[in-house]
């Protein structure tokens, strides 16, 4: 059970998932939602729908829970969507540490049409400075230091990446549309 463009068939229906993996900052939502608008089918932010289902925001769950109760959350809540079958078309924005844990890489490998945002640290740490989000893994870090540490989680989880992808593009001075347009012309 695989495939964006339904080469293959799940119990006679096309099951179409695209996940979008990547560090933080890189736009894995921005994309996902305006590829899931393409694609007129629905989007989820893996994040959102994990505070959706705690009723807590990721980082009140950091703080009260500690880093592990989230990555446990984070894992029920990809397996309950790689669970979704029938005609059910998505795209799914995942955050930047899904894979981890190795029961969730080989979901994305498994069960969804993977695709990973690339981006270098740099631009990565200008984004992420621009943007209020509050990123619990990153809320100690400034500057050097910001840099440094997603140097550290570049180098940590880029093989993961590249292990669960079947498609990698770098988004380096690409608008949100650009990426589209650029997946659209791979074929996906
Ligand atoms: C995390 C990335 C975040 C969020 C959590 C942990 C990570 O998502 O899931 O703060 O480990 O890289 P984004 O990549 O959407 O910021």
Known sequence: MIGWKGECVNG???VRKIALVGL???????????????????????????????????????????????????????????????DVEMVLATGGGVVESPENRSLLQNEWYTIWLDADVETLAERIQRDSSVRPLLQAYQ????RQRLRDLYSRRELWYKHVARVRVQVVD???????????????
Do not use: W, Y
Not at 25 to 54: H, P, T, Y
Not at 143 to 146: H, I, K
Not at 174 to 188: A, F, M, P, S, Y
């Open 24 to 86: 933080m900052g890189v736009g894995k939502s921005s994309v996902g939602r305006a590829l899931s608008q393409v694609f007129r089918c629905s989007f989820v932010d893996l994040d959102n729908d994990i505070e959706a289902f705690a009723n807590k925001s990721i980082p009140q769950i950091f703080r009260e829970d500690g880093e592990t109760a989230f990555r446990t959350l984070e894992h029920q809540r990809l397996q309950t969507l790689s669970e979704v079958r029938g």
């Open 12 to 14: 006679g229906v096309l």
């Open 174 to 188: 690409l608008t949100v549309d650009e990426v589209v347009q650029h997946l659209l012309r791979l074929g996906i």
């Open 143 to 146: 500057d050097l230091a910001l």
